[in-house]
């Protein structure tokens, strides 16, 4: 299924796979959460932590934290790699990041002005 989209400076009548937007609501869905977004910021500073390090900087009990880890591992947010009794987190897919800094850095003002300027707003 596509979806066209208005006119905008750069293109006209380009249409937009659907399969995409699917896919990004499955990662968002998969961020949504206090716990979750605050491991990816870790993370997304360090290219690689235990639970430990993880939970030093949070407020959360290890159990909690470690339920989140192993759910966003399933879900292919985060790479595991085992070294003698630890466990090193990672970001399996640095799209991941980028999310995570377009919600931290987004300036609504400039969201409202390009939504406006694209057509899609109202």
Known sequence: MDIEIGQNRETK????????????????RALANETRLCVVMQLSRSPE???SQLQE??????????????????????HCRKSGKNNYYSLKD???????NCIMHCDNQHVESHLTETGSLN
């Open 13 to 28: 009548n380009r249409k937009i796979d659907a399969t995409r937007f699917s896919e990004a609501a499955y990662l968002l």
């Open 49 to 51: 932590m235990t639970v």
């Open 57 to 78: 900087n949070m407020e959360c009990e290890q159990s909690l934290l470690s339920h989140h880890l192993t759910d966003m591992r399933a879900k292919g947010i985060l």
């Open 94 to 100: 640095s799209r991941i990041k980028n999310v995570l």
